[in-house]
C-alpha cells in the first residue's frame, strides 16, 4: 500500500533515528562515567589521564553523531 521506496525510506530513518538515539544516549553516559572518574582520581595522574580521554572520546561521540544525523537528514530530505 505504496511506493516500496518511500516505505524504505521511512524505515531507515525509523531505524537510523533509533540508532542515533542509542548513540547519544551512551556518550552521554560515558561523559558521565569519564567526570566520575576523574573526580574520584584523587590526584593520581594515570588516573586522571584516562578520565580526561574519556571525556575527550566521548565528546568526539557526540559531535560524530551530531553530524551522522544531519547528514542523514539530508540525504533523506534529498531522496523524498
Same mark, same amino acid.
Given at each position: 500500500?505504496?511506493?516500496?521506496?518511500?516505505?524504505? %525510506?521511512?524505515?531507515?530513518?525509523?531505524? #537510523?533515528?533509533?540508532? +542515533?538515539?542509542? !548513540? $547519544?544516549?551512551? /556518550? %552521554?553516559?560515558?561523559?558521565?562515567?569519564? #567526570?566520575?572518574?576523574? +573526580?574520584?582520581? !584523587? $590526584?593520581?595522574? /594515570?588516573?586522571?589521564?584516562?578520565?580526561?580521554?574519556?571525556?575527550?572520546?566521548?565528546?568526539?561521540?557526540?559531535?560524530?553523531?551530531?553530524?551522522?544525523?544531519?547528514?542523514?537528514?539530508?540525504?533523506?530530505?534529498?531522496?523524498?
Amino acid at each position: 500500500s505504496g511506493d516500496p521506496i518511500v516505505q524504505g %525510506v521511512a524505515l531507515i530513518q525509523k531505524f #537510523g533515528g533509533w540508532l +542515533l538515539l542509542l !548513540a $547519544g544516549a551512551l /556518550a %552521554v553516559v560515558f561523559l558521565v562515567i569519564g #567526570g566520575i572518574r576523574y +573526580l574520584v582520581s !584523587a $590526584g593520581n595522574s /594515570a588516573q586522571t589521564e584516562g578520565a580526561k580521554k574519556t571525556i575527550m572520546y566521548a565528546l568526539i561521540g557526540l559531535i560524530v553523531i551530531v553530524i551522522s544525523a544531519f547528514a542523514v537528514n539530508l540525504v533523506i530530505s534529498l531522496f523524498t
